[in-house]
């Protein structure tokens, strides 16, 4: 079972600005409960404590997020700053993609708590760069899990990192088999709900991005591709391979965004309606390019950003898609 964790204030602030923050919100949280009672709007007190909980613990400031109901399918792109973690669940099973970065950890365990899960049947490590399996180590310790999925990675890119061996080793401990992520392997997800992995189509040996997992989710009439970090490469194969097969409702962009993916031949392909970028807040990178944005906004997709939306849930039926963010 999972153990519950208290949340921890943000690191980068000082201990001062923390109690001023926390003391403001003891008052809006006194000035809510009374206005409530009394019949005066307090929607504002409501955003300002909103607001200053991302900045005290950089953690969810909307609703409670819940898992789905039979019929349904929900996806949450989870806000882990510039890193990726995705959580895939029906009524039968849950899927979890990533696990950002070393200091993320505790943070996603935090997010699978609040929707009380105790299991994780499906782990997708997409390749094993640190913003992607830095927190997965904590959840594979704290979580039962039932199958890992890695892509082969050639051994010339295996990675010697502290973060890789540490995560090999929690693996292990649990005595827990890894498999590989083949092309054209299914997992039944129950309810109707089924994922493909479609790449990668290769051993890419010059770039350790390209060997990122890609994997297609259907539930009725509704589909999303997941990309990890695929970049140019990996897209042109996977174009050749699949052509229009690849075409999903929703497109989580590839490298967060990056001018390394998203290039037109695969949008058009992918022919996305709903694009959401794993993004930090004012990252180094440049992330996501205005190249990207270029395109996305030329075929009218819309987009979500965890460095401006927050935490990203998409519930579909189906048939349609529901879109709820963290900062609505």
């Not at 609703?63 to 890193?83: A, E, H, M, N, R």
């Not at 042109?236 to 031949?265: F, I, M, P, R």
Request: charged content about 25%.
């Amino acid at each position: 079972m999972a153990k519950r964790r208290k949340k921890k204030t943000n690191p980068a602030l000082p201990k001062w600005a923390v109690t001023v923050f926390a003391v403001i919100a003891v008052v809006l949280s006194i000035f809510t409960f009374g206005g409530d009672l009394i019949g005066i709007d307090t929607s504002f007190a409501q955003q300002a404590m909103d607001f200053i909980d991302r900045i005290l613990y950089g953690g969810p400031t909307g609703p409670t997020p819940s898992l789905p109901v039979s019929g349904q399918v929900k996806i949450y792109i989870i806000d882990v700053g510039q890193g990726e973690s995705i959580l895939v669940t029906t009524d039968q099973s849950s899927l979890l993609i990533d696990a950002g970065e070393n200091d993320k950890g505790d943070e996603v365990l935090e997010f699978l708590d609040q929707l009380g899960l105790e299991k994780l049947d499906y782990v997708i490590a997409t390749h094993p760069d640190a913003d992607h399996i830095g927190g997965m180590a904590d959840v594979v310790n704290q979580f039962e899990i039932g199958k890992v999925l890695f892509a082969e990675v050639p051994r010339s890119l295996t990675p010697t990192s502290k973060t890789y061996e540490r995560l090999l080793d929690e693996i292990a401990d649990k005595d827990l088999k890894v498999a590989k992520a083949q092309p054209g392997i299914k997992y039944d997800l129950g309810g109707g709900a089924m994922l493909t992995v479609l790449g990668p189509m290769d051993e890419y040996r010059d770039d350790l991005n390209e060997n990122s997992v890609v994997c297609r989710l259907d539930f009725g009439e509704t589909s999303f591709l997941f990309t990890g970090d695929a970049s140019r490469q990996s897209e042109n194969d996977l174009v050749k391979a699949y052509g229009d097969g690849l075409s999903a409702d929703v497109l989580k962009l590839g490298h967060h965004g990056s001018d390394t993916s998203s290039q037109e031949k695969w949008l058009n392909a992918v022919d996305p309606e709903v694009a959401v970028c794993c993004v930090g807040w004012d990252n180094t990178y440049g992330h996501p390019s205005p190249e990207v944005l270029e395109r996305l906004e030329k075929r009218g997709v819309t987009l979500y950003r965890t460095d401006r939306n927050g935490t990203v849930v998409v519930t579909s039926d189906g048939e349609q898609l529901a879109v709820q963010t963290e900062n609505s």
